[in-house]
């Protein structure tokens, strides 16, 4: 993989621009955050629950705000990846409807099924049968810019849902979270950039350890845990290779087992890659160190990675921004175009 270190021929190999689109993700964070908090929305008296329909990498944005309100906010958020909206969705339920494209058929069906029930509904897309349905129904409508792939496109996705709660006096205290994030994404990027050396660049190294090896990743709490799912989602699509990810404390309690035989295969193949925040629980930090000693004669190697910033939502996002680089590192390493995604164009014309 001696091509990460020539940046030219890195970007030739990217057909649709997905390296810029991670060197302006700071930017794009800013954007949509500013676009946010000049719309109207629902009022938050007597709200009970939130619910994001959103699938793959508009699903994401999802993710990243029940990571957000996890541990210490006061509702339950749940996300829906699928066509059926929950049946305890009432008029006092908050619903936040994410499609990039604003044509992913399982987040329309399900947000016209929440419609139905009266939820408050806030849509978040760049155009197509989303935006309609809101501009039918004078529902918030949160326009994110054309041109990304929906997976570059986290911080158009993510912000909105984030600042909507802001807005609505649910999250108040929310805008240093921002702040903070746009700070540490802006300070990670300068050690990131194909230009930046693999000596001095995480990603790089991430890529390395990853590169012709199945990736295992490993997060703890809500942090982590979106992290490594964000993770895995990106190599899948980017280096268009398989990788698996969960989370502590649940792996401990059934996947830790299933390495109890095989491991002359699994050793040969599979790398376990350690997603790691500052607010793991401690009892978190602890599975990690057993973890790793338990399963170590199973796997080739671990390489650990840790974030910076001084909130949780500033960590999860340094978390995503190394492993997007990674991902698009290890996709170029091996001549991979990290832009198209032709099997789920193909997927989705058979459905149709």
């Known amino acids: 993989m ?3 270190d020539k ?30 908090r000049g719309v109207s929305y629902p009022k938050s008296e007597g709200i009970t629950n939130i619910v994001v329909f959103g699938m ?10 029940a990571a957000h309100c996890a541990e210490h906010f006061p509702l339950p958020v749940e996300v829906v990846a699928g066509y059926t909206a929950p049946g ?7 619903v936040f409807a994410i499609s990039y494209s604003g044509n992913t058929e399982e987040t329309l069906e399900a947000v016209h099924e929440a419609a139905n029930y009266g939820g408050r509904i806030v849509c978040v897309t760049s155009g197509g049968k989303l935006a309609e349905f809101a501009d039918a129904h004078g529902y918030p409508l949160i326009q994110t810019p054309n041109g990304l792939q929906p997976r570059a496109a986290i911080g158009a996705l993510a912000m909105p849902a984030l600042v909507a709660l802001e807005e609505m006096g649910l999250s108040p205290g929310i805008k240093q979270e921002l ?11 300068e050690t990131l950039l194909p230009e930046v050396p693999i000596a001095d660049n995480p990603a790089k190294r991430l890529a390395l350890a990853m590169a012709r090896k199945i ?7 809500p942090v982590g845990s979106a992290a490594a799912l964000r993770l895995k989602c990106q190599i899948n699509e980017n280096a268009k290779m398989p990788a698996f990810w969960n989370s502590y404390p649940e792996l ?17 193949l599979v790398q376990l890659i350690e997603l790691r925040n500052d607010f793991e629980h401690p009892q978190i930090r602890k599975r990690f160190e057993i973890t790793r000693r338990a399963i170590g004669e199973c796997i080739s190697g671990v390489e650990e990675v840790c974030a910076r910033g ?3 939502l500033a960590q999860l996002f340094d978390l995503i921004y190394i492993g997007d680089y990674a991902s698009l590192y290890l996709a170029a390493g091996e001549g991979v175009d990290p832009g198209p995604v032709e099997v789920i164009a193909r997927l989705k014309a058979e459905l149709a």
């Not at 702040?179 to 990027?189: F, G, K, M, N, V």
């Open 2 to 4: 001696t091509i990460l």
């Open 7 to 36: 940046p030219g021929e890195l970007l030739e190999i990217d057909s649709l621009g997905m390296f810029d689109a991670a060197r302006g993700l700071p930017e794009q964070c800013e954007e949509a955050i500013e676009v946010a």
């Open 56 to 65: 793959g990498g508009s699903g994401m944005g999802g993710r990243i705000l």
């Open 88 to 94: 305890y969705i009432t008029p006092d339920s908050l």
């Open 179 to 189: 702040d903070a994030t746009i700070e540490q994404l802006r300070a990670r990027r």
């Open 215 to 221: 990736p295992l990743i490993y997060g703890g709490g």
């Open 252 to 268: 401990d309690h059934n996947e830790i087992v299933g390495w109890g035989q095989n491991g002359d295969a699994t050793r040969q």
């Open 310 to 312: 001084d909130h949780p």
